[in-house]
């Protein structure tokens, strides 16, 4: 008998929010074409009651939900958050953005609704079947979104591409859940965790297999080596503000439920999985790092530096996998700093953008950028000193905690593979800053549409960063409370195992 | 090595599936008289004349149709069972089928209105 009362409906708020008001847009959007405009702040509205009800869950209980298949914990509540607010930065950005190309549609909005909400699933996800119903809710969303310039080519080839890669990678995923549940009966992560112990499948073959085969799923999703062939083209394809929402968001999500699930349910079985992790890592970083050196075009290098920070994360994974609870809430530290860097110098790219495909913005034309617009320039400057992880940005603790936690469990020598990288990545990230501070303006640039929306991202983005960045030091206040949340969420994960 | 005695029969099944066709085809192909002959090497369409190449162009209507036709499937993959149900899940079971014939029938009023249903 299914269960579901007043208590679960309260849980699951911001899920019904999210979609209710997905299919809402939808409705209204299919009656009138010429609103884009209203609906765009009806998809704000929909983003802020969200966000405040899941503010309003955060003490709740966090006992599994719905027969074990989702979990409303702390966990989730963080990076739930950290979706929403995503998305809500990118519809600031979008609308402006939609409307200087004239592809305004009420669609986008939906249907960025829809994969917030297959978002909300996937951070909450108890059960293998949760998180593929997360990540497809997800992923289909945004495969259409991705192609939303629909009459433009490089739009058409990266949505395709897109959907074709991501569809593949779910299937491996599949078969591993398969397996999973032909050995142990469950799909529930508790499940998985008693039956493996109890029955000793630990050293199994098809369990590792198994293993392996939802690695390979997740390594897609968050963009890393070797399943990052589809990353360049399909961040410059994309329209700029979408970018920054895969970037910040998918990634985010994805290793919200890479993490519950490794901690929780294959943590007995680590030392299998820790040197792949390990060697992904390093191949991650490195290729990310070495390959973004030689682009031109923004976009494109920005999406290799998107895979050298899903290769640092990686590191986190590694000493999360030799039981360091520290690393786990580095590699949440990290996430929510790279959201918000990336959030930020997405919606400067998209407010510089000004053609009418989708090729995305060459170095050139940030020629001048910091004596055109010294605050722009300021701005861009700190997003790309905290990705390149300089104090005093959040950027460099982000990094610091995942090293530290790594070093602290004996991995000295991938802290300093990380460390090296960083080096590496200071000469494309700089580069930026010499074209905008050392160049001269083109005579003919364009000017930067920087709307209201675009403004009110940048400034939270750059508050962030630099609030992540002088808290740890102790400057500022709030900082631990933040490493407080994610420490007690991973206590909790532990304690259900 | 205790592994592989664990999967042997996998393995075992696994390379008789390979061999007997590889077998067949390959007695097929020793003992089998060969006299071709034009009639003989067109494709086989039910004993009656081909009809020239199967590459044609369909209009992208049929896939259209074809796609908002899965969607009504499933929905039909999932009334079912509900229908069997129906009585064990009692006014929950109800309301949740209701919810989600309502976002499928929004999803019909969405491509009605953009006109997907319109043959020309």
């Not at chain 1, 300021?378 to 104090?391: C, E, K, T």
């Not at chain 1, 206040?477 to 420490?487: A, F, H, K, Q, Y």
Request: glycine share 8%.
């Amino acid at each position: 008998m299914p269960q579901f009362n007043a208590e679960i409906a309260r849980l699951l708020m911001p899920l019904f929010i999210l979609s209710g008001g997905a299919c809402m847009l939808l409705a209204w959007s299919a009656i009138d074409e010429k609103a884009a405009r209203a609906q765009a702040w009806f998809a704000g509205i929909v983003h802020v009651a969200a966000l405040w009800s899941i503010a309003s869950l955060w003490n709740a209980e966090g006992w599994p939900i719905l027969n074990g298949m989702l979990i409303v914990d702390r966990f989730a509540l963080f990076f739930a958050g950290i979706c929403v607010v995503s998305s809500l930065a990118t519809i600031l950005v979008s609308s402006g953005y939609l409307h200087r190309f004239n592809i305004h549609r009420g669609e986008y909005y939906a249907l960025l609704l829809l994969s917030t909400a297959g978002m909300f699933v996937l951070v909450t996800a108890y059960d293998l079947m949760s998180v593929f119903l997360g990540i497809e809710l997800m992923s289909l969303a945004i495969y259409v979104i991705v192609g939303f310039r629909r009459r433009d080519f490089l739009a058409n080839e990266a949505a395709m591409k897109y959907f074709l890669l991501g569809a593949f990678a779910i299937a491996f995923f599949l078969y591993g859940m398969s397996i999973i549940y032909g050995l142990c009966g469950t799909m529930n992560f508790k499940g998985i965790v008693v039956e493996a112990t109890s029955r000793e499948l630990i050293k199994e073959p098809p369990f590792l297999f198994a293993i392996a085969l939802l690695l390979v799923g997740f390594v897609f999703k968050v963009s890393a080596v070797p399943f990052h062939m589809w990353v360049p083209d399909v961040y410059q394809g994309a329209p700029s503000p979408v970018t920054g929402y895969m970037a910040g968001a998918v990634k985010a999500a994805s290793f919200a439920a890479f993490l519950r699930l490794f901690y929780m349910s294959f943590m007995p079985a680590r030392a299998q999985w820790v040197d792949i992790v390990v060697v992904l890592a390093i191949a991650t970083m490195t290729l990310g790092n070495v390959v973004a050196l030689v682009q031109r075009n923004v976009k494109r290098m920005l999406a290799y530096s998107s895979i050298a920070h899903a290769g640092y994360i990686l590191i986190g994974m590694a000493a999360l996998g030799l039981d360091n609870t520290k690393a786990a809430s580095g590699v949440m530290f990290y996430l929510v700093v790279y959201a918000f860097m990336t959030l930020g110098a997405f919606a400067l790219i998209s407010a510089l953008e000004n053609r009418e495909d989708s090729r995305g913005l060459e170095l050139e034309d940030f020629s001048g950028l910091g004596l055109r617009r010294p605050v722009l320039g300021a701005v861009m400057a700190l997003f790309m000193f905290a990705m390149a992880g300089i104090p005093p940005t959040a950027g460099f603790f982000g990094k610091y905690y995942i090293f530290s936690a790594a070093i602290d469990r004996g991995l000295t020598w991938l802290a300093v593979v990380g460390v090296l990288n960083s080096a590496l990545s200071l000469y494309y990230y700089l580069r930026v800053v010499v074209y905008m501070y050392m160049r001269k303006p083109k005579a003919d640039a364009a000017p930067v549409f920087d709307d209201w929306g675009v403004r009110t991202v940048l400034f939270v983005s750059v508050l962030v960063t630099i609030w992540l960045g002088l808290g740890p030091s102790g400057i500022v206040p709030g900082i631990e409370t933040v490493l407080d949340w994610t420490s007690d969420s991973l206590d909790r994960i532990a304690s259900l195992r | 090595m205790e592994l592989a005695l664990k999967y042997l029969p996998v393995i075992v099944l696994f390379l008789l599936a390979v061999m007997i066709p590889m077998i067949m085809l390959a007695i097929a192909g020793v003992t089998g008289p060969r006299q071709p002959s034009p009639r003989k090497m067109t494709p086989f369409e039910s004993g009656i004349e081909s009809l020239g190449d199967t590459r044609h162009r369909f209009s992208v209507r049929f896939f259209l149709v074809a796609l908002l036709f899965i969607i009504f499937d499933i929905e039909a993959v999932f009334i079912f069972p509900w229908a069997v149900l129906f009585r064990g899940l009692g006014v929950f079971g109800f309301v949740e089928m209701t919810i989600f014939l309502g976002i499928l029938l929004l999803g019909l009023f969405y491509i009605w209105k953009k006109g997907a249903l319109e043959w020309e």
